[in-house]
């Protein structure tokens, strides 16, 4: 005869079997519950891609450009600097002023032709490109402010061999060389057509004025299409691979002068990033090629003023 | 002496050692006895409710409709497998140590919002949580809040009841200024998922994206997402046993 406590584990045991039938028992029914038609088969075959694979998709992006409700203007500089030579001390072969347009995100590459002849701060009239050699960047950014009324806010400045490696770390740049340049001094040697630039060639291209009547006018614009043709290189690397904006930006650091920061550098690269290029336009000042005692050089238009005004409350210029 | 006997002959033991008197002055066994009998069936009921309720759990975790539980099963936060960590500096040393702890919050920033992205069952259902905004920069929160389903699951938000996580990887490049100090993170991941469908598919899901990030007092956060790419492959039993070979990876080429 069973004592009570025989009786007691009995049950017990009963309900421990009955809840291990039930959980097992739902497990069987889950499994075969998954075994359907589209469903992963239990057992041995194991799961792998359908042929059907579904298109990989293109997330939300978002880039952090620089937003302001003032237009941002910087000042770049092409020193004539060889190798050894200080950059901000030699003449500058290269001045445009970029205005950027933070709310729209337009932005406008103004050129002025080297040789423009102007009003220097303190040193009376000569060309602009000696507004380098006389007072360094500076005297550059306070000569191109007085012309235009517009308060620089940075500038930037690199040489021949900074812009060589800067566009070296771009790889290829691609520019429509749109007539013959085969010029001894700069070394450019372009027929028409798209071209695919290295740095060197890079710097021929945007050295070269013998190839052209107006000689420095159609060089400064040029300038402003390898600019140009820098910012299509560097967003397609960008949007390909963001992480390599960090050994371009490297390379830049290394091969400017600049009164921007490390941080606005960056994002000065997100936003450039971000800019449709549809949305940048390139253009020099309204210009002629004229004679100053025994010096060739060029006459700002009076017209001039409307781009500096324009500019000055938009940051940008639209294209005429 | 009726009572003890009676005990006895219900299978339970006798105290010799209680005095007669004190075990007079008990309740009599006879009436524990029956009490205890009334109420056996409401403790086995008592069991069987709870045991029913355990089974009714657990068929409902292993379908993968959590979501009708009125608790959240406790889950394992996610972390990232961190990777290499490379600096790109603008002097010729760079503080391995500051590298390192910028590495580090980049992981646990990024670790927590693919823990909302992705893992957590509301992201499953109807949208990522609230809280998965707090990893990214002031400018970057009102995109981000923008986007919301899009930085995770996309548009199979409210298909999945479960998800697991296969794999991961983190590699955070990080910009080091001429101060020595860290100026801004990329970080690239790869994130593996298996997730089952209410239908009932298995889908494998391969992210691959990139993340901008800014210091913040001292944390990292998410300050841009430029580049994010998302894989969904469904899937399908091999057409060949498990251990015939190793050619599927091909297949799905």
């Known amino acids: ?88 001390k ?10 950027i347009n933070l709310t729209t995100h337009r932005a406008t590459i103004l050129g002025f032709p080297r040789d423009s002849w102007v009003q220097i701060p303190g040193h009376g009239m000569d060309k602009i490109n000696a507004s380098l050699s006389d007072g360094g960047p500076q005297l550059t950014v306070k000569t191109v402010e007085s012309i235009t009324g517009i308060h620089i806010d940075f500038y930037a400045i690199t040489s021949f061999v900074g812009l060589k490696n800067l566009i070296d770390s771009l790889g290829r740049v691609t520019v429509d060389v749109t007539q013959p340049m085969h010029d001894q001094y700069s070394g450019a040697n372009f027929n028409p057509g798209v071209q695919h630039m290295n740095g060197f060639q890079a710097l021929a291209y945007a050295r070269d004025r013998h190839s052209f009547l107006n000689g420095d006018l159609t060089r400064s614009k040029n300038q402003g299409i390898l600019m140009l043709a820098a910012l299509t290189r560097f967003q397609h690397l960008f949007w390909q691979d963001p992480v390599s904006l960090l050994p371009i930006l490297s390379t830049t650091w290394h091969n400017i002068g600049t009164s921007l920061s490390v941080p606005l550098i960056y994002r000065l690269a997100l936003t450039a990033a971000d800019v449709k290029l549809s949305n940048v336009n390139n253009l020099v000042v309204p210009a002629t090629t004229g004679m100053e005692g025994a010096q060739s050089v060029v006459f700002i238009s009076p017209s001039a003023k409307a781009f500096y005004a324009q500019m000055k409350r938009t940051g940008t210029i639209k294209s005429h | ?209 990139q993340y901008l990030l800014d210091d913040v007092g001292g944390t990292w956060l998410v300050s841009g997402y430029p580049w994010t790419r998302t894989t969904v492959d469904k899937m399908v039993p091999s057409p060949v046993p498990a251990g015939a070979g190793s050619g599927q990876t091909g297949s799905s080429s």
Do not use: C
């Not at chain 1, 030699?90 to 205005?99: K, N, P, Q, W």
């Not at chain 2, 709870?50 to 292993?62: N, S, W």
């Not at chain 2, 949580?129 to 995770?152: I, M, N, Q, R």
């Open chain 2, 1 to 209: 002496m009726g009572p003890p006997e009676r005990v006895a002959e219900e299978g339970l033991t006798t105290r010799p050692d209680v005095p007669p008197a004190q075990a007079e002055s008990e309740i009599p066994i006879a009436s524990r006895t029956t009490r205890m009998r009334k109420r056996r069936p409401w403790w086995a009921v008592g069991v069987a409710v709870v045991l029913i309720g355990a089974v009714a759990v657990l068929a409902i975790v292993l379908t993968g409709h959590r979501q009708v539980l009125p608790f959240t099963p406790k889950r394992q936060p996610f972390t990232f497998t961190l990777g290499k960590t490379y600096p790109v500096s603008l002097r010729a040393k760079h503080p391995d140590a500051a590298v390192a702890a910028v590495a580090a919050s980049v992981q646990s920033t990024l670790s927590d919002m693919y823990d909302g992205l992705f893992l957590d069952p509301h992201a499953w259902s109807t949208a990522p949580p609230s809280d998965v905004y707090d990893h990214f920069t002031d400018t970057a929160k009102p995109h981000a809040e923008k986007a919301g389903a899009g930085l995770g699951l996309g548009t199979l938000t409210g298909t999945i009841s479960t998800l697991s996580v296969d794999s991961s990887n983190l590699t955070v490049h990080v910009l080091v200024g001429p101060n020595s100090k860290p100026a801004a993170a990329i970080a690239t991941v790869e994130f593996i998922a298996t997730a089952k469908t209410k239908s009932g598919s298995t889908l494998r899901i391969d992210r691959k994206a």
């Open chain 1, 1 to 88: 005869m069973r004592t009570r406590s025989e009786a007691r584990v009995t049950r017990l045991a009963a309900l421990f079997l009955s809840f291990l039938v039930l959980a097992v028992g739902t497990l069987v029914l889950v499994r075969a519950g998954s075994g359907r038609a589209d469903s992963p088969t239990p057992g041995p075959s194991v799961l792998v891609p359908s042929p059907l694979t579904i298109e990989p998709v293109q997330g939300a992006t978002f880039v952090p450009a620089l937003e302001g409700k003032r237009p941002l203007y910087v000042l770049v500089l092409g020193s004539d600097a060889r190798p050894g030579q200080g950059m901000d």
């Open chain 1, 90 to 99: 030699e003449r500058a072969d290269s001045i445009h002023l970029v205005g």
